[in-house]
């Protein structure tokens, strides 16, 4: 072992060629959630405590609906990265790959029931 180079220590070890985009990705959805999740807050504690009648109806309006499937959407997009970066830091082996797959399916099969849990009130 005391004579290998560090080129040869170095190789397999080296970038996965996808951290500039996966970066780029975090900051974009972070700074759409700025403004989204105060406009979620804003819509939906309108309506906070209201009947489903109510609720449903004020979610029929285009804005509401609209601003919280964007922030369900975004938000588990979010959510998926962050803990996929979260998984490859700490953990090793086949439990991180089985491990991503789980938490990407969780996140788009919980984005895809908020939104169409959304949708179905809408219309």
């Known amino acids: 072992m005391a004579f290998l180079t560090d080129r040869k220590r170095a190789i397999g070890l080296g970038s996965a060629k996808s951290g500039t985009a996966h970066h780029w990705h975090m900051m974009v959805t972070s700074v759409a959630l700025v403004g989204l999740v105060p406009l979620f807050i ?3 504690g309108a309506i906070l ?3 489903y009648a109510d609720v449903v109806a004020y979610y029929q309006r285009p804005f ?3 601003v919280a499937i964007l922030t369900m959407g975004i938000g588990f997009l979010h959510f998926s990265k962050g803990v996929q970066t979260l998984i490859e830091d700490y953990v090793h082996g086949f439990a991180r790959k089985a491990l991503i797959i789980g938490m990407i399916c969780l996140s788009y099969t ?3 029931v908020a939104i169409f ?3 179905r009130i809408a219309l």
């Open 42 to 44: 804003f819509t939906f």
């Open 49 to 51: 405590g209201s009947s």
């Open 64 to 66: 509401p609906a609209i």
């Open 110 to 112: 919980a984005a895809a």
């Open 117 to 119: 849990a959304i949708v």
